[in-house]
């Protein structure tokens, strides 16, 4: 009745950004991402006797009623499945902090539903704990397998789910996260998903994006970093353009997201092949190849803006460890 999992968040080279289906969270758009080996969750779930309502404890700390909520109704899906009555006692802890723009609700909700599942006792297939973590935050999806991953866009909930392109080793890319603020975002990427639809700019958008989504791709496969590096950029401020435009606007970004930008820019001039993308949030996610991410970090972790820095390799999925 406990189980341990620990789960990769990722980042998105092909954004997830509105939902037609809000309750699933079945995405209007496939999107494609890279697993993150330092930006890891792990939790344990333990059902019990005795609870009169689940307790989740996240980094030391017990979670505040609406993310408690939403924990239990992703633990209420595995108890639907597995015919478990129990409430669960939920701990989890983040190697990077929460709600700042490294998606911790796609690795929150992956670790979170492998635990739930194997404490339950059942073993779901991987395209299927796909899916069931697609409930709890759609990025989980793609958290759950490995590598550089794929997530279909689909009308139903088993057809929506995230399978690996590429394993991990297939290319030493790597993503270092310049964190600009530790401070909790003020609109989560729920609402943002909620909103995306009233930008003017969401259908022009949804138009385009087959043939980007196909280029990314082949991008990745041919480890082609000149070709995906634009595609990338262009997609982040895509995604920006549409929550910037939203009724009512979401702006993400701080004054040292945008000294970031100009800085990656200034860099490639001076011959370092490195690119930018951005999630909901202000943080700076540089993607460049394994021979100059060390001179990368360095010059990231020099810059005044920067309060921190995460460095990742492409990771392997979700699975289950040891209980602590
Ligand atoms: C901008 O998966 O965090 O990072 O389903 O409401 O939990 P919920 O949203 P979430 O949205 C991620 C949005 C994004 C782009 C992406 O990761 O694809």
Same mark, same amino acid.
């Given at each position: 009745?406990?189980?341990?999992?620990?789960?990769?968040?990722?980042?998105?080279?092909?954004?997830?950004?509105?939902?037609?289906?809000?309750?699933? /969270?079945?995405?209007?758009?496939? $999107?494609?991402?890279?697993?993150? +080996?330092?930006?890891?969750?792990?939790?344990?779930?333990?059902?019990?006797?005795?609870?009169?309502?689940?307790?989740?404890?996240? +980094?030391? *700390?017990?979670? +505040?009623?609406?993310?408690?909520?939403?924990?239990?109704?992703?633990?209420? /899906?595995?108890?639907?499945?597995?015919?478990?009555?129990?409430? &669960? /006692?939920?701990?989890?802890?983040?190697?990077?902090?929460?709600?700042?723009?490294?998606?911790?609700? &796609?690795?929150?909700?992956?670790?979170?539903?492998?635990?739930? !599942?194997?404490?339950? @006792?059942?073993?779901?297939?991987?395209?299927?704990?796909?899916?069931?973590?697609?409930?709890? #935050?759609?990025?989980?999806? %793609?958290?759950?397998?490995?590598?550089?991953?794929?997530? =279909?866009?689909?009308?139903?909930?088993?057809?929506?789910?995230?399978?690996?392109?590429?394993?991990?080793?297939?290319?030493?890319? %790597?993503?270092?996260?310049?964190?600009? #603020? %530790?401070?909790?975002?003020?609109?989560?990427?729920? $609402?943002? =998903?909620?909103?995306?639809?009233?930008?003017?700019?969401?259908?022009?958008?949804?138009?385009?994006?087959? &043939?980007?989504?196909?280029?990314? *791709?082949?991008?990745?496969?041919? %480890?082609?970093?000149?070709?995906?590096?634009?595609?990338?950029?262009?997609?982040?401020?895509?995604?920006?353009?549409?929550?910037? !435009? $939203?009724?009512?606007?979401?702006?993400?970004?701080?004054?040292? !997201?945008?000294?970031?930008?100009?800085?990656?820019?200034?860099?490639?001039?001076? @011959?370092?092949?490195?690119?930018?993308?951005?999630?909901?949030?202000?943080?700076?996610?540089?993607?460049?190849?394994?021979?100059?991410?060390?001179?990368?970090? /360095?010059?990231?972790?020099?810059?005044?803006?920067?309060?921190?820095?995460? =460095?990742?390799?492409? #990771?392997? @999925?979700?699975?289950?460890?040891?209980?602590?």
């Amino acid at each position: 009745m406990r189980a341990t999992a620990i789960a990769p968040s990722n980042i998105a080279f092909i954004k997830y950004w509105g939902n037609l289906d809000q309750e699933l /969270r079945l995405p209007y758009n496939a $999107s494609l991402s890279m697993t993150l +080996d330092a930006c890891t969750t792990t939790t344990t779930v333990a059902f019990e006797a005795g609870l009169e309502g689940d307790v989740v404890d996240v +980094d030391g *700390r017990a979670l +505040d009623a609406t993310g408690t909520a939403r924990v239990t109704a992703q633990l209420d /899906r595995v108890r639907a499945l597995s015919g478990i009555a129990q409430h &669960a /006692r939920v701990t989890s802890a983040n190697a990077f902090p929460m709600g700042t723009g490294i998606a911790s609700s &796609a690795s929150a909700f992956a670790a979170l539903t492998l635990a739930a !599942t194997r404490a339950a @006792g059942l073993d779901l297939a991987e395209r299927e704990l796909s899916a069931l973590a697609r409930c709890g #935050s759609g990025s989980a999806a %793609r958290s759950v397998p490995g590598g550089f991953v794929l997530w =279909h866009a689909a009308p139903t909930h088993e057809g929506s789910f995230a399978e690996s392109l590429a394993p991990p080793e297939h290319w030493d890319l %790597r993503d270092i996260v310049a964190v600009v #603020s %530790r401070a909790h975002k003020a609109v989560g990427s729920t $609402s943002g =998903h909620e909103l995306a639809t009233t930008s003017p700019f969401f259908a022009p958008r949804l138009f385009g994006l087959h &043939a980007r989504l196909d280029a990314v *791709r082949n991008a990745v496969l041919a %480890r082609d970093l000149a070709a995906l590096g634009p595609l990338v950029e262009a997609e982040a401020l895509e995604l920006h353009a549409v929550a910037m !435009t $939203s009724q009512p606007p979401l702006r993400y970004w701080a004054p040292a !997201t945008i000294a970031l930008l100009d800085c990656v820019v200034r860099w490639r001039a001076d @011959g370092l092949p490195a690119y930018f993308t951005l999630d909901a949030g202000p943080n700076v996610h540089l993607l460049c190849e394994g021979a100059h991410a060390d001179e990368l970090e /360095r010059l990231v972790r020099a810059l005044p803006e920067v309060v921190d820095a995460y =460095h990742n390799r492409p #990771s392997v @999925g979700a699975h289950p460890v040891a209980a602590p």
